[in-house]
């Protein structure tokens, strides 16, 4: 079957944060550039993200970029590779202000510089007191981002593809990535995007869990063709659960409210965290508090009839200041959990937040893979950056507010290798293996033609409650061992899944079974890389591997430091070592990780 | 359903996938208990579906009112569901 090729220069997958970092990037320096993206661009999730983007810029009080990668590596739990740590860090202002330039509205101080707010994990002089470094739009950062970088994209010419959805990769037989299938959910036509460079920005996965802060958007889509196209899925079992969803809805309450004053409470009425992390308290990084959190829940210290969630306090904040500072938590609190947080206090639970792991990158945001002796070889013309990759900087757990940075400086670093790159290229794009091509039509034709077979909804249901159950904020041997023959039984739902609506047009039926063919790779990447890390390390805490003298707390150097690979073919796992040479400090050598 | 109308409301249905988790719950809920919608339903979902997210959120969860009459029978829908 013959499709329609379109010719770019370029190809960006994913309109959001990391996507339009990327588009500016290639469109100002004159190339032709696609973004491919299933929503509205200024509808991405990167909307949701309200606490804010890290940078030492030292407004409020003195910070240095050292301090914030001391932050950032010790919040990895030293998984995170320190060259990429160092180079983010030491772009962080860069990328902040030149953001500003583009006109994004930054909260300010009375002297008119941008207002800087205190956020978990957010140290000075190499983890001493928290300093305050998280730039923030009230509480709409993310949203303003997204604006002002759509805003210079139409500017610069860069051309949208709105309601188109990202197939298959094409790959040719040396490896070499030549662009995308995709399809317009318009007309339902399948359409190759021929690229010189392709750039995935396609977010994360939440959606593999039962209990996720995550739209209904994350479905891992970019992680999902990687897979298919033979890449490896790098540290999936990393997970960031946010200490504050709203217990039984998982909506999320920002860390925001924590840094303007809010304290956790358990069923005692007890401010828990000062035991937990005495210099901290409330404010140390994400795993700390959720682990403190399920904790105190597991040891009978709970809230509420079924003593299962603690309470997020703000009642001792004058009610000005959550109008003014945290707008919008209280509708969110009175919506979503019945209570208005002015008199009473929040219910809150571990939610899923965060996907720390996915496509292997380097700091220049080209996709790397093992090949021959070579641990990160680097794949021509395949570019990722955002939440979909994994350069490492989050490590075993990300630090708040870096998620907004490192689509920046990633996005951007993506975007500038790509132009470098395409600089050098011949002019003319090389032949499509029509092959390729035909993977993507292949399971597109199979769910047209295909009568009977599994729910797509209630498969969806099963692999959440799979990886919720089994692999969830603490993890289990036994559970583990068990989700994986489970997460693999729904693998087998998945390939026969029917779809009652054969229609061409704006078939949502059909999308959404293809979504689910993504997020089944993620979920079964995660569990199976979950099941054979034997220690605990940030966000992947083991009930079978606890704090002692020699592990604290389960962390085990000498056999697991070292990334997980996942391959899709034979769910084959491989290792690679994590970089502890930064760019120009020295090391920051491994201790264990206290708040 | 014609095919137009089967598209014009699965094009609604698609608009309804938010960046904001907020939101996908408030129309997943509306969905299941919406039933029939009739041309001028679909016409004021639409518009409001043009709003921006947070926009969009602070009607549905009353922190803001519309001055558009045809509005506020869908909005008060959704706040419902």
């Known amino acids: 079957m013959s499709v329609t090729v379109r010719t770019f220069d370029a190809v960006i997958v994913g309109a959001g944060g990391a996507g339009l970092r990327a588009a500016i990037q290639l469109s100002e320096s004159g190339f032709k550039t696609a973004v491919l993206t299933k929503v509205f661009p200024t509808r991405s999730h990167t909307v949701a993200a309200q606490g804010g983007v890290a940078a030492s810029l030292g407004n409020s009080e003195e910070d240095h970029w050292h301090w914030h990668m001391y932050d950032t590596v010790k919040g990895s739990d030293w998984l995170g590779d320190q060259d990429a740590i160092e180079f983010m860090c030491r772009k962080a202002n860069e990328c902040v202000i030149e953001l500003e330039h583009y006109g994004m509205p930054f909260d300010r101080t009375d002297a008119g510089k941008i207002y800087q707010r205190p956020f978990g994990g957010h140290m000075s002089n190499f983890g001493e007191k928290p300093v305050r470094r998280s730039c923030a739009a009230a509480d709409r950062t993310g949203h303003a981002m997204l604006h002002a970088m759509y805003q210079r994209n139409v500017k610069a010419n860069t051309q949208f593809f709105v309601e188109w959805m990202a197939l298959d990769l094409v790959r040719d037989a040396e490896g070499e990535v030549l662009g995308v299938t995709a399809m317009d959910m318009e007309t339902g036509e399948i359409v190759v995007f021929h690229a010189k460079a392709t750039i995935f920005a396609t977010g994360g996965a939440g959606r593999i869990f039962h209990s996720s802060t995550n739209a209904f958007i994350n479905t891992g889509d970019g992680l999902g063709m990687a897979a298919r196209a033979g890449i490896p899925l790098e540290d999936m079992e990393f997970w960031q659960f946010h200490p504050t969803g709203v217990a039984g809805a998982g909506v999320l309450i920002t860390e925001g409210v924590r840094g303007e004053g809010g304290i956790l409470r358990n069923g005692q009425g007890e401010r828990f965290m000062e035991r937990y992390a005495p210099n901290a308290k409330d404010l140390a990084s994400r795993d700390v508090v959720s682990r403190a959190m399920v904790t105190e829940i597991n040891e009978g210290r709970g809230c509420g009839p079924n003593k299962d969630f603690v309470l997020l306090d703000i009642t001792h904040l004058e009610p000005a200041t959550i109008m003014k500072r945290l707008p919008g938590i209280r509708e969110i609190a009175i919506q979503f959990a019945g209570v208005d947080p002015i008199k009473e206090p929040i219910p809150v639970v571990p939610t899923c937040h965060y996907q720390m792991g996915g496509i292997p990158t380097n700091y220049h945001g080209q996709v790397v893979v093992p090949q021959g002796d070579a641990k990160a070889a680097v794949v021509p013309g395949f570019y990722a950056a955002g939440e979909c990759a994994c350069a490492s900087v989050h490590g075993a757990n990300r630090l708040g507010t870096n998620s907004l940075l490192d689509l920046l400086v990633f996005g951007k670093s993506a975007g500038e290798t790509a132009v470098e790159e395409l600089k050098k290229s011949a002019k003319a794009h090389k032949p499509l293996p029509q092959g390729e091509i035909d993977r993507a039509l292949a399971r597109v034709n199979r769910l047209d033609t295909q009568t009977t077979g599994a729910d797509v909804h209630e498969t969806r249901i099963a692999m959440q409650r799979a990886m919720q159950n089994h692999c969830g904020v603490f993890r289990f041997a036994d559970k583990l061992k068990e989700g994986v023959g489970k997460i693999l039984e729904v693998e087998q739902q998945v390939r026969n899944t029917v779809i009652r609506d054969k229609s061409k047009v704006f078939n949502t039926a059909r999308v959404e079974a293809l979504e689910l063919e993504n997020l089944i790779e993620v979920a079964v990447a995660t569990m199976i890389s979950a099941e054979a890390r034997k220690e605990s390390r940030g966000a992947h805490v083991r009930d079978d591997a606890t704090d002692t003298p020699e592990h604290p707390d389960g962390r085990d150097d000498a056999h697991w430091l070292k990334h997980t690979l996942w391959y899709k073919e034979g769910n084959r796992l491989d290792y690679k070592p994590v970089t502890l040479t930064p760019l120009s400090v020295d090391t920051i050598a491994l201790k264990k990780r206290a708040y | ?81």
């Open chain 2, 1 to 81: 359903m014609d095919e137009q109308r089967r598209a014009r409301r699965e094009r609604l249905r698609w608009h309804c996938r938010r960046a904001l988790l907020e939101l996908d719950i408030v129309f997943e809920r509306f969905w299941r208990s919406a039933g029939e919608l009739s041309e001028d339903d679909e016409v004021v979902l639409a518009d409001l579906l043009a709003m921006e997210d947070h926009e969009l959120w602070y009607l549905v969860s009353g922190q803001t009112e519309t001055d558009d009459p045809r509005a506020k029978g869908m909005v008060e829908r959704l706040r419902q569901a």
